[in-house]
């Protein structure tokens, strides 16, 4: 694990989409490691925040509710900032395609001014960018590295990958410490569950926990691999405190890809009980789903010695019993 103590004790760091799943679960590292640390969030339900998120720490830590396309407010948020944790987005693909100027709004247009404010208003600000692993579409090998073709196959993709390349041109050309981590499946506790716009496994970890029956979409065949948000929090940790990332994508992913046949099951003995059914596809999904997906991370490994540490089994273990501890702040 890294050692960023030193590097962030009274350091302010901005977190855009601070209440979600990813910025909550930073909060809380960075908090440890004495940072004066500000959340972003706008709180709008479809999009993940939830105060409970930070309960235990919501005094140790500033929360803005305001939205990224809110140009004024970014502005102002920005100054004075060591590190910016750019972590704000619409992730529902689903949703891309029957809104597809939403998406391009917040995926897209508020990268773009958020990167201006850092310009204009604080460019010395380092900026860690989650970007995702839904812009390489259908992969055309596997593992999927860096090098892999991008032909994203719905608009959540495309307008990710722009965002992603505004945050590595504005390095380029302005010399903006810009880097970006293309995530794959992220899972954990403060994860939404209340419905699948965020991931599919929480959906399924709600359904585990609530009794009902699990649908797997397709034949099952499908592979996937996972992150426990603990290891994503520490790339990003090392993405922010590593020069060597400046200018750069990578790859997260995990060590042993399982098809969701299995993941199902697994998530059924774990919990104890439970079941899953294989169905066909809605026609909505069919038409975007990438198939089989698992990266290749050597790239970020060689650059900060980034691996992820959690096995599978112990992180559903623990993403599980959170939720029957929790479930009724995420319902």
Not at 5 to 30: Q, Y
Not at 170 to 183: G, K, P, Q, T
Not at 234 to 243: D, F, P, R, S, Y
Not at 251 to 272: E, K
């Amino acid at each position: 694990m890294s050692e960023g103590r030193d590097h962030f004790l009274g350091k302010k760091v901005l977190i855009t989409g601070g209440l979600g799943f990813i910025g909550s679960n930073l909060a809380r590292r960075l908090v440890k490691e004495g940072a004066q640390v500000l959340l972003v969030d706008s709180l709008i339900p479809e999009y993940g925040g939830n105060l409970h998120n930070i309960d235990g720490i919501c005094d140790r830590v500033r929360v803005n509710i305001a939205d990224v396309r809110d140009e004024h407010a970014m502005r102002c948020l920005i100054q004075g900032q060591d590190y910016l944790f750019n972590l704000a987005g619409q992730t529902s693909h689903l949703d891309s395609m029957r809104n597809p100027f939403t998406d391009l709004e917040i995926n897209c247009r508020s990268q773009l001014s958020i990167l201006e404010a850092c310009r204009h208003y604080n460019a010395e600000v380092r900026v860690i960018y989650a970007s995702t692993r839904q812009m390489y579409g259908v992969p055309d090998y596997l593992p999927v590295d860096e090098r892999h073709p991008l032909h994203p196959v719905d608009i959540n993709g495309i307008n990710k990958m722009a965002g992603e390349w505004y945050h590595l041109l504005y390095n380029a050309v302005y010399n903006i410490r810009a880097s970006a981590l293309r995530l794959t499946n992220t899972y954990g506790p403060c994860m939404r569950i209340k419905d699948a716009r965020q991931t599919f496994l929480g959906y399924w970890i709600r359904q585990v926990v609530m009794g009902e029956e699990i649908q797997v979409f397709g034949d099952g065949r499908q592979m996937r691999d996972f992150n426990y948000i603990d290891d994503v929090v520490e790339a990003l940790v090392l993405a922010a405190l590593t020069g060597a990332t400046h200018g750069q994508s990578f790859n997260l992913g995990g060590d042993d890809p399982i098809s969701l046949q299995d993941l199902a099951a697994s998530l059924i003995d774990i919990n104890g009980g439970g079941s899953y059914r294989i169905v066909p596809f809605p026609p909505d999904r069919k038409i975007i789903d990438i198939g089989s997906y698992y990266a290749d991370y050597k790239k970020f490994h060689a650059t900060v010695g980034w691996t992820p540490t959690t096995p599978l089994r112990e992180g559903l273990s623990r993403t599980l019993a959170y939720y029957r501890n929790h479930a009724q702040y995420y319902l």
